[in-house]
Every structure is written in structure tokens, then in C-alpha cells.
């Protein structure tokens, strides 16, 4: 069974740009997570989505987005990149949603802004 | 509010065992996993406790809850150095579901 899967492994861009994660759930998988990974605040939860719906949100500022396909794959989105936007990126998922089922890492996507 | 802490470091000596500890604040949580990352590659989930429970064991891991203490802690038997990681404890935030809260992270280096 494969795992997570998110594309691309490495990204880099320039101020001001926007860019566009994706992450492939493991199949059967409804709900997917984001979070960042810094070495200076860790890992910290961006937003979840359900059944193509936002859930959950962390505090972040508005020009991080995402969305949700019919099929469970996710897409996240950084508009005006600012350097400090510099991170692993990280999703995940869980089969239902429900609270006992432990979510799966994929390997990230290394988002390097010059 | 919400903070889970753990110490940075922890070396040990190849065939001995590691204990890797955790607090946390959300006493509501209602589940607390152990993930694992190695270099260059994503978090690995190595186990999860519900909060009902005092221990669990998975071959050569270990984890035991202290409710009252909101205290956590992870031993690895027979330690080896492919067990050089770092190793995340995290905690379910009660108000958002799948929202994980994460520690700082311990690194965990096995000298042979």
C-alpha cells in the first residue's frame, strides 16, 4: 500500500511568488492535514481537510491556502512569498477522520525562498 | 494554553536503553503518538497511547502515561544506531480534531 505522497520533494522561489503543494493521501484516506516545520517554531498545524472541506485551521495568515479534491488529494497554496515562509512542509493523513485513527506523514515538500 | 515539551538531546551508548521524555498541557487530550524522523525524510509514526492507559509495549518500544503528571515517556530496548533520529511526542488538541500538537523534538544519538 502506498504511502503519503507529496510533490515536489524541493522548491525554490523568490519573493513575492506563489507556489502550489500537492499531497496524494494513502488510498482510502479521507482526511488530510498540513504542517510546517521550522527550525525556529517546529512543527506547527496549518489547516485539515475532510471530505473536501476545511476543518480545521491554524494561525497562519491568509495567503496560506488550500484545498481539497473529490478523489482526497490536497493542494496547498502560498501566495507573496515572504522568506520567512522558508520550511518543510509537511502532510498527512487518517482514514476517517475520527479521532483513533493516527495520522501518516508523508516526506515533505523543502520550499527554499530566495 | 497549548505547549508539549521535551528535552534536545540524548546520547547513548549502542545495545543500551533510551528514554525519551515529554509533558504536555492539554489534559483533555485524548491521545498522544510518538513520531520518528530521520534525515532528510518525513515523521515516521512509531506508536500512540490513549489517555485510559498507563503503557503500552510494541516490541522493543515502550511508552508509559503519567495522566496526573501530563508526563510521557518513550524507552527503546537495545538500542541501535539506526535508532539516531529525531523523536517527536505529540499530543491530539482536544478542540480540533486531527490537529496535532508537536514537542521540540529530542535528538536521539546511538554511539556505537
Known amino acids: 500500500k502506498a504511502g503519503v505522497t507529496q510533490t515536489p520533494r524541493y522548491l525554490i522561489k523568490t519573493r513575492g511568488q506563489q507556489v502550489t503543494l500537492s499531497c496524494s493521501p494513502i488510498?482510502?484516506?479521507?482526511?488530510v492535514s498540513w504542517y510546517q516545520q521550522t527550525p525556529g517554531q517546529g512543527l506547527q498545524f496549518l489547516f485539515e481537510?475532510?471530505?473536501?472541506?476545511?476543518?480545521n485551521k491554524g494561525n497562519f495568515p491568509g495567503r496560506f491556502s488550500g484545498r481539497q479534491f473529490s478523489n482526497s488529494r490536497s493542494e496547498m497554496n502560498v501566495s507573496t512569498l515572504e522568506l520567512g515562509d522558508s520550511a518543510l512542509y509537511l502532510c498527512?493523513?487518517?482514514?476517517?477522520?475520527?479521532?483513533?485513527?493516527?495520522?501518516?506523514f508523508g516526506d515533505g515538500t523543502r520550499l527554499s525562498i530566495l | 494554553g497549548e505547549d508539549v515539551e521535551q528535552s534536545l538531546f540524548l546520547s547513548v551508548r549502542e545495545g543500551d536503553s533510551s528514554v525519551i521524555n515529554c509533558t504536555y498541557t492539554?489534559?483533555?487530550?485524548?491521545?498522544l503518538y510518538w513520531y520518528k524522523q530521520e534525515p532528510g525524510a518525513g515523521l515516521q509514526l512509531l506508536t500512540y497511547?490513549?489517555?485510559?492507559?498507563d503503557m503500552k509495549q510494541d516490541q522493543r518500544l515502550t511508552v508509559l502515561l503519567n495522566k496526573k503528571d501530563k508526563h510521557l515517556s518513550l524507552r527503546i530496548a537495545d538500542t541501535q544506531t539506526g535508532d539516531s533520529a529525531i523523536y517527536f511526542c505529540?499530543?491530539?488538541?482536544?478542540?480540533?480534531?486531527?490537529?496535532?500538537?508537536f514537542g521540540t523534538g529530542t535528538l536521539l544519538a546511538v554511539q556505537p
Open positions: 492539554d489534559s483533555s487530550s485524548t491521545y
Open positions: 505529540a499530543e491530539l488538541n482536544s478542540g480540533a480534531t486531527n490537529k496535532l500538537i
Open positions: 498527512a493523513s487518517s482514514f476517517t477522520g475520527e479521532s483513533h485513527q493516527p495520522q501518516h
Open positions: 481537510y475532510f471530505s473536501e472541506t476545511q476543518r
Open positions: 497511547i490513549f489517555s485510559n492507559m
Open positions: 488510498s482510502g484516506h479521507r482526511s
